[in-house]
């Protein structure tokens, strides 16, 4: 595993009890979860037709994810993979029984499956912790373990919004280029995905502030119209979905 990785794993595993409470504890995160839920759901739905199939997630967490997609979509074979034992666990607890996905500890460069295991690989708020180059290895790696003509789903965090948010506390004084490691532009995505794709918005600029004006239902609205205006100015987050050529 490599040195950055092996930090990570370090850091996940010291602070993965107190991940949900401090990533999504926030009530307008309940707007952005619903909203994600849903868009995964129609991904899938159109995707794959109701037909049995095999889901990955890389950097499953908590398990959040995969315990929605266990309550909705029953024809679905789940599996999980995170480098923290301690964010596994959590995810193991979420749904026991038989629905319980199947979870491994790995690294996400190295997935620990064989070439084309799955018809859907999904991967949310977990690219962006990458350099771009690794990026780039880490779509490859979700190639290889998804079939011809499945489906990758990779959430990617959007530059414009944060071309506006460096210039603020925000930035919390990392350097401009570790800043915007975590924010790929435009070009960048389509040389990391390297074909055609299509983006679902997930979050909006401000959606903080927003969610409490008009609420959560609203706010979800809001971004499935709004999300794709001007050429993404106004997204924070978002879904690149592409089929495996």
């Known amino acids: 595993m490599a040195r950055g990785a092996t930090t990570r794993k370090r850091f996940y595993d010291a602070t993965g009890g107190q991940y949900?409470?401090?990533?999504?504890?926030?009530?307008?995160?309940d707007a952005y979860r619903a909203l994600r839920d849903e868009t995964l759901l129609g991904?899938?739905?159109?995707?794959?037709q109701g037909?049995?199939?095999?889901?990955?997630?890389?950097?499953?967490?908590?398990?959040?994810?995969?315990?929605?997609?266990?309550?909705?979509?029953?024809s679905l074979s789940l599996f999980g993979m995170d480098a923290?034992?301690?964010?596994?666990?959590?995810?193991?607890?979420?749904?026991?029984?038989?629905?319980t996905p199947r979870l491994a500890l790995g690294d996400a460069l190295r997935l620990p499956f064989a070439a084309g295991q799955f018809d859907a690989?999904?991967?949310?708020?977990?690219?962006?912790?990458?350099?771009?180059?690794?990026?780039?290895?880490l779509w490859n790696e979700f190639r290889r373990v998804a079939r011809r003509d499945g489906i990758l789903i990779v959430?990617?965090?959007?530059?414009?919004?944060?071309?506006?948010?460096?210039?603020?506390?925000?930035?919390?004084?990392?350097?401009?280029?570790?800043?915007?490691?975590?924010?790929p532009s435009s070009a960048e995505v389509r040389e990391i995905v390297g074909g055609p794709f299509e983006i679902h918005p997930l979050r909006l600029a401000g959606a903080r502030a927003i969610t409490r004006l008009i609420g959560a239902e609203a706010?979800?609205?809001m971004?499935?119209?709004?999300?794709?205006?001007?050429?993404?100015?106004?997204?924070d987050e978002y879904f690149v979905v592409a089929r495996n050529a």
Do not use: N
């Not at 034992?85 to 038989?98: D, H």
């Open 219 to 221: 706010m979800r609205g």
């Open 43 to 48: 991904i899938l739905t159109s995707a794959l």
């Open 121 to 137: 690989v999904l991967a949310t708020r977990f690219i962006h912790q990458f350099r771009h180059d690794v990026k780039k290895q």
């Open 84 to 99: 923290s034992e301690t964010m596994l666990r959590q995810a193991a607890q979420k749904l026991p029984g038989a629905k």
């Open 20 to 29: 949900e409470a401090g990533r999504y504890g926030d009530p307008h995160m």
């Open 223 to 235: 971004t499935r119209h709004l999300g794709t205006l001007g050429r993404g100015m106004l997204l």
């Open 51 to 74: 037909r049995r199939a095999r889901l990955l997630e890389v950097g499953c967490g908590t398990g959040l994810s995969l315990q929605f997609l266990a309550r909705t979509v029953s």
């Open 155 to 183: 959430e990617f965090y959007a530059r414009p919004y944060h071309w506006m948010r460096y210039y603020t506390p925000a930035r919390k004084g990392r350097s401009r280029h570790a800043y915007f490691l975590h924010y």
